[in-house]
Each structure stands twice: as structure tokens, then as C-alpha cells.
T-cell receptor, first 114, second 116 residues
Framework: GENVEQHPSTLSVQEGDSAVIKCTYSDSASNYFPWYKQELGKRPQLIIDIRSNVGEKKDQRIAVTLNKTAKHFSLHITETQPEDSAVYFCAAWTVNQGAQKLVFGQGTRLTINP | DTGVSQNPRHKITKRGQNVTFRCDPISEHNRLYWYRQTLGQGPEFLTYFQNEAQLEKSRLLSDRFSAERPKGSFSTLEIQRTEQGDSAMYLC??????????????FGAGSRLTVL
């Protein structure tokens, strides 16, 4: 089945700097890759996603890149702000014998230092 | 209907007791997913429904776990004879099936279970 690996597990950056989180996946048939942000005690919220027919997508300070050949994708946050502090999860959409689901990475705890 | 609703938000129970969680998805969504999340980990898939049909169950879901979605709307997740290892956040998510296959999942706030 699908396996999603996420790195780093913790990341601390200075306010205003950039943060990059990387994920790899194992199922070459995966075609959808969302990123969720989860603040303490709250639900995971979708912040950006990318489908396998594009290599990059940007939304203001957030961008995601996808390399299908290497089976990895990354989240880039520029001009980080204190409210960006949270746990970020990558995920890959997998189809296994007709069943369909998201498989999540282990998460990255991002801390923005003022 | 502004989102996915789960209740109870918190449940504390003694080992061996049964617990039931309820999820009300976004009304037009035909798919409903259950995930489990333990501290410091990503959500782990448990099971999902398309309308009232349960299409997949994870190996994580022992025979003490059962989920239903009887009318294709709300869903319940029951855990029988709870164990301390069942302590976790149980997340529900719903989605609307796309022709292209991949679905955008919207999560509820979760039901936190503590087994003493």
C-alpha cells in the first residue's frame, strides 16, 4: 500500500524567513497531494493541494511543488509569520483495489520565532 | 450546515466499556471517512463509506470496532470493550466524489477518547 514519508519532524525558523517541508510517496498511481495545517486542539485544515498534471501551484505565501518521477512533493512557505506556527501534514491520494483514501505523512511541527 | 460535525468532542471511559462517536458530514457529500490520530502522528485511515456502503476497512480496525452509515448521511463509530491503546483522537472527514477520482476531504474537529 501507499507509504508517505515526511521530513523534517520539527522545523524552527525566524519570522520572515522561508520554511520548506518535504514528502515522498511510494504509489506511482497517486494523483492528488494535499497539505493540511493543524493548530493545537483544532481540526486539520486544507491549505493547498496539487494534482499530478501540474508541477507547481502557488497561493500567496504558500507554494507546493511536485516531482512525479522522483515521487516527492514539497511545501514552501515564504515570509513566515507567527500565525504559521502549527503542525503541517502532507498526504497522497491512493487507489488500492478500487478503494480510495488519503494517506498522511507523520507531520512537521513548524515554529516561527519572532 | 457549515462543516463536518462530530460528537461528543471528548469522552473519558473506563477500560472495557463501549463508546460510540457520531459524525454528521457536509450534507451534499457522499463519502465519509474515519481516521484515528494519536499525539504527534498523522491521521491514520480506519474506514470509509460511499453513501451507505462501507468500501474499505483498515487492518487497524479490529473486530472491536464497527462503523455504520445507515442512511448515507450521518455515521457512527463504535468501539467495544475499550482498551487503553484505543485512546486517541477520532477524526471524521467527508467529501464529494469527483469524476477524476481524488477527493478534497473536509475534516471535523474530532472526538477525543481517553480510556482509563
Amino acid at each position: 500500500g501507499e507509504n508517505v514519508e515526511q521530513h523534517p519532524s520539527t522545523l524552527s525558523v525566524q519570522e520572515g524567513d522561508s520554511a520548506v517541508i518535504k514528502c515522498t510517496y511510494s504509489d506511482s498511481a497517486s494523483n492528488y497531494f494535499p497539505w493540511y495545517k493543524q493548530e493545537l486542539g483544532k481540526r486539520p485544515q486544507l491549505i493547498i493541494d496539487i494534482r499530478s498534471n501540474v508541477g507547481e501551484k502557488k497561493d500567496q505565501r504558500i507554494a507546493v511543488t511536485l516531482n512525479k518521477t522522483a515521487k516527492h512533493f514539497s511545501l514552501h512557505i515564504t515570509e513566515t509569520q507567527p500565525e504559521d506556527s502549527a503542525v503541517y501534514f502532507c498526504a497522497a491520494w491512493t487507489v488500492n483495489q478500487g478503494a480510495q483514501k488519503l494517506v498522511f505523512g507523520q507531520g512537521t511541527r513548524l515554529t516561527i520565532n519572532p | 450546515d457549515t462543516g463536518v460535525s462530530q460528537n461528543p468532542r471528548h469522552k473519558i471511559t473506563k477500560r472495557g466499556q463501549n463508546v460510540t462517536f457520531r459524525c454528521d458530514p457536509i450534507s451534499e457529500h457522499n463519502r465519509l471517512y474515519w481516521y484515528r490520530q494519536t499525539l504527534g502522528q498523522g491521521p491514520e485511515f480506519l474506514t470509509y463509506f460511499q453513501n451507505e456502503a462501507q468500501l474499505e476497512k483498515s487492518r487497524l480496525l479490529s473486530d472491536r470496532f464497527s462503523a455504520e452509515r445507515p442512511k448515507g448521511s450521518f455515521s457512527t463509530l463504535e468501539i467495544q470493550r475499550t482498551e487503553q491503546g484505543d485512546s486517541a483522537m477520532y477524526l471524521c472527514a467527508s467529501s464529494l466524489t469527483r469524476r477524476s477520482g481524488a477527493n478534497v476531504l473536509t475534516f471535523g474537529a474530532g472526538s477525543r477518547l481517553t480510556v482509563l
